[in-house]
Every structure is written in C-alpha cells, then in structure tokens.
C-alpha cells in the first residue's frame, strides 16, 4: 500500500485509535477522517462491512480490521520496528495484543454501557462525531443509548457476568501497570504490537468516568504510557525477555490463560460447532454471551502463529508455565473463514 492514507475511523473506536496511534510512530502520511454522517456515502464506498477503522491509500487499495492493517503497514515499511528481535518477545507481543482485542474489549464495552454517567458520556460523544456540527434530532443520544445498551449481551456483560469482568479489568490493569514500570513502553522504549493492542482499549477506559477514575487512582504510569500512546516514538531498543519476565508470567498465567484463553476455546468451539450461545466457567463463574466468530478466527490464527514457534525453547517454557500452551498447542479448532472485521459487537459503528 501506498501514502497518502486516509483512516477512518472514529476517536471512541479502541481500534480505530491503535491504527491512528501506529500509523503516526511510522510516520506515514495520512489524513484521519471521522465517520459522521457527511462521509457515510464515501465511507460505504470502501468498507466491506459497516465497521471501522478501514484505511484506503494513494491507489483506492483498502485494508478494514486493525491487526491485518498493522501487520501489512509493518511489514512494508521494517523502520522503526515494532516487533522485538527476540522470537519469544515477538510472539508474546502478539498474544497480548490479541487478548486485548479480544478480550479487554469487554471490560471497555461493559464499562461504558452498564453505568449510567459512563452511558451518557458516549452517547454525547457518539453523537456529536455522527452529526459533526449539524444539529441532532431530539432524543438521538437516547437512541444510541438503548441500542448500544442492547448489544451488551454480545460481548458477554450481564449483571452476572459483571463481577467477573470488572475483576478482570482490576487484575489486568494492575498486572500491566508492573510490566510496564519506570519504562515508557511495555518492552522497553519503543512501542510493539501489544502496546498499541493494550492502550487502545486501555485508552478507552480511560475515556470514561468510571473506569477511568480507577486507572488514574490505581496505575499512574498507566495514563502516562496511554497519554504517551498517541504519537509514539522509538526512544531506544526493547528490552529483554529475561528482564520482563516475571511481571509477565503474573499477566500470561493470570488473565490470558486463565481468563481469555478458556473463553476463546469455548468460543472457537462454539463457532465450530454453530452453537446459539457460549457458556463456559472462568475462574468459578459461569460466563455466557453470543458466539463471535472474529474472535475464533483470531484464536485460529493465534495458534497458527505458535505452531510457527515450536522449536523455540525459551517461548514453550514461558507458556507451559503460565498455562498458555494447554490452549495455543492444542490441535486446531477450524473456524470458519468468513471476514468479519474487528468485533462488531464491541465497535461503536
């Protein structure tokens, strides 16, 4: 792909944000463009479904789901690098950014449409991007407020799922806040993938009053590096595995093993099997929501990304000691191939 961008995307999109965020540490050229109502039928033009953010360049090539669009831009243009040299660092970048895809994104969603101020925070913010300056009709924030309120069971928040995500969001945001330390970014001083994968959701959380009062009381290295997070840049080289290890071995064993790797076995499962529901315990409650079947190509292409580490000795001992590899080596479940984007279920499209 070729520069000038254009992005779409909107600043309440975690994914939207990451791409934002990397295309600028690249240094590409791009124009960022708001998804409001005035741009729909430009917009529509280049999505293949009604998701953001999609990215077109200098030749009307586009690229829509935020992991495919990095991964490609990357690899185009090696300089500055975002992927550590060490393989194992490599691949744990990878798995942190796909659980903050795909999982982190709950907390985000569950946060914003479950409290009252949190709710009415968005739906302002949604509205005023949609409309751009243009008056809205009357009751269009109550509008946003109840459909997205209704989208709550897709990524699995229920009053009885609440404690269990809530208990997650904690753990992982205290969890991160030790890896990250007195560094600016989580491997050193350059950012990588699970940089932008964690701060864009982590970001959004900020955004909103309830989780974002616990961020700022709890973890104020984290709203530096979400702050810093904006425009990144390459301040030095990553650090090593060795020097990161323990603070991740809390976070692979605590929260991707044990929280997101079970639910996206039983997500994957699900898909494959064309189940109406996943309902599957994690950490001693049971968690239920509708399939997503993003996520259980994620998960597919997450092994597909271990299998190629197999010989890696240092990476199989950090994810059979963390739990990782009970779930990432085990033989594939085939998802079906259907492209769907970025969760639908967690965008705010």
Known sequence: MNAPFRLYGADLSPYSVKVRSFLRFKGLDFEWLSRSNARQEEFARYAKLPLIPVLV?????????????????????????ITPADPALAFV??????????????AMFHYRWSYPADQESA???????IFDGAEAPEGMEENVRQRMTGRLYHVGSSPETAQLIEASFARALDQ????????PYLFGARPSLADFGLAGQFGQLLSDPTPGAII???????VRWIERMDAPKAEGDFVSLESVREALVDLLRDEVAAIYLVWAAANARAVVDDASGVSVEIAGQMFTQKPQRYAA??????????????????????????????????????APTDDEGDDEEGEED
Request: charged share 30%; aromatic share 6%; proline share 5%.
């Open 57 to 81: 360049d200098a030749d009307e090539n586009v690229l829509q789901d935020s992991t495919p669009i990095i991964e490609t831009l990357d690899a185009q243009s090696a300089d500055p690098s």
């Open 123 to 129: 739906a302002k913010r949604i509205v005023a991007m």
């Open 216 to 222: 700022r009381a709890q973890a104020p290295n984290v």
């Open 93 to 106: 970048s990878a798995l942190l950014e796909d659980y903050a895809d795909e999982w982190l994104n709950k």
């Open 176 to 183: 991160v806040a030790k890896l990250l330390g007195d560094k």
């Open 297 to 334: 190509k994620a998960f597919a292409e997450l092994k597909r990304k271990r299998a190629a580490f197999l010989d890696n000795p240092t990476l199989a001992a950090l994810l059979e000691e963390t739990g990782c590899d009970a779930f990432l080596a085990s033989p594939q479940i085939v």
